[in-house]
């Protein structure tokens, strides 16, 4: 399918992101909502050439946890909310975007202003606030992304909110792998790549597959500096394990089915039969 054809469903998809959340969010429960995201989300990956697979997912937590993940990309958003629909704390100018913006907006998005010391202290207040209601927020404590081969040192910032709420951290790895069952930097979002270019190279890149393995729960503790020590090293564990093809067998997930599938290295041929087709990368530009 053509590159510009391709890039033509996936702003019809934005838009009907917009017209769902718009007219169906108001009056739906919020069970509802988490299903209507995931099933979005996990269309925006089906549209940009990508399945998911979740590796280890009865230790998922659903209810007042830090959930720390690497980050790639900006397509990481919509592999968590694909997996388990989760508010994220995001920098401030992906509010700014069109579209995109909006729908993070009206999905519980916290924007931080990173460049402003006074606004990390209000988020982790907010964060705080929200663990100990019972909610979920998800954040990337790296900072900025990476091209996904290593992880780059975890602030400890962040942590505070959980320590402060006594909420659990849940650790998550996130590694993408092509078509060959080598894992793919075509999502890395870093240096001074557009995001037009980054999405041609995702598209290029396909067909993708984006594991996510869920790390077992930490206790908060009272040091965020060592919680956040602990939560890398369940994420560097994951992520060799995942590139070694050493990770738990995982499940392939999509619009309204789950399937069982191989481990990162084989899970793109043992999941073929039980998924949807995804979109294959353009012949030419």
Not at 32 to 56: I, P
Request: charge should be neutral; include cysteine.
């Amino acid at each position: 399918m053509k590159l510009a054809l391709r890039k033509v469903r996936l702003i019809a998809h934005l838009l009907h992101g917009m017209w769902t959340v718009a007219t169906r969010f108001p009056n739906a429960s919020a069970e509802r909502r988490h299903a209507l995201n995931r099933a979005w989300s996990l269309k925006m990956l089906r549209l940009c050439g990508m399945r998911l697979v979740v590796h280890n997912d009865a230790a998922r937590l659903d209810h007042g946890a830090l959930v720390v993940a690497n980050h790639i990309s900006w397509i990481d958003i919509y592999v968590i909310n694909a997996w388990r629909p989760t508010p994220f704390v995001s920098k401030a100018e992906i509010r700014q975007w069109p579209v995109v913006g909006w729908l993070a907006q009206q999905l519980d998005t916290v924007f931080i202003q990173r460049e402003k010391r006074s606004d990390a202290k209000r988020i982790m207040h907010e964060l705080a606030d929200r663990l100990s209601a019972g909610e979920l927020m998800c954040v990337f404590p790296e900072g900025t992304t990476s091209n996904g081969l290593e992880l780059l040192p975890f602030h400890a910032n962040m942590f505070q909110a959980a320590v402060s709420a006594g909420a659990p951290v849940q650790p998550v790895c996130i590694m993408y792998e092509d078509a060959q069952g080598r894992q793919s930097t075509a999502p890395a979002y870093i240096d001074d790549v557009s995001l037009s270019d980054s999405l041609d190279m995702l598209l290029r890149g396909g067909p993708l597959t984006a594991h996510v393995y869920v790390g077992a729960p930490l206790a908060a503790g009272t040091d965020r500096r060592a919680l956040a020590a602990r939560a890398q090293d369940v994420v560097a564990g994951a992520l060799r394990d995942m590139q070694a093809g050493r990770a738990v067998a995982g499940t392939v997930a999509q619009e309204g089915d789950v399937a069982n599938a191989a481990s990162p290295g084989d899970a793109a041929a043992a999941a073929e039969p039980l998924i949807e087709p995804v979109d294959q990368p353009p012949s030419s530009a």
